[in-house]
């Protein structure tokens, strides 16, 4: 029997949703398959550390590269339509990066951020997780 509300179940939905990216999926995927073994969303990290090998000291975060401003990349751009609304928006969110990572960092992480656009060619995303998985 499922126990489950309805509207529990949507707000389940909606969170797995909301976390679970493709982008997000792909990186797991790559990393699995170089043999590591991850925890997901450790909430009591600073900045919720999408993915996390502790034994290795290890963070990535995968980064959508609209909501946290991607340089020099075509989908990092803020919409100039809405310039008043999304400018302040993401750049808070940039912010709350910036300051997580240093967060993490003064706790002995080593962090990597992988990009959204950065998923999309397999071959240069496993060389570059490896990279950093390996050092
Ligand atoms: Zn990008």
Redesign the pocket.
């Known amino acids: 029997m499922d126990k489950k509300t309805k509207k529990q179940r949507s707000e389940n939905m909606r969170r797995i949703r909301s976390t679970d990216s493709l982008p997000e999926m792909i990186v797991r995927r790559t990393i699995y398959k170089l043999g590591y073994r991850y925890r997901l969303h450790n909430n009591k990290m600073p900045g919720r550390p999408d993915i996390m090998l502790a034994k290795l000291n290890k963070i990535i975060f995968v980064n959508g590269?609209f909501w946290h401003c991607?340089k020099k990349?075509?989908?990092?751009h803020i919409p100039k339509s809405r310039l008043a609304y999304w400018k302040p928006k993401l750049e808070r969110n940039v912010k709350r990066d910036i300051r997580n990572r240093s967060l993490l960092r003064n706790l002995g992480w080593k962090i990597l951020v992988v990009?959204?656009?950065?998923t999309k060619d397999l071959n240069r995303l496993t060389k570059k997780v490896s990279r950093f998985l390996k050092n």
């Open positions: 590269c991607h990349c075509s989908d990092g990009w959204e656009c950065e």
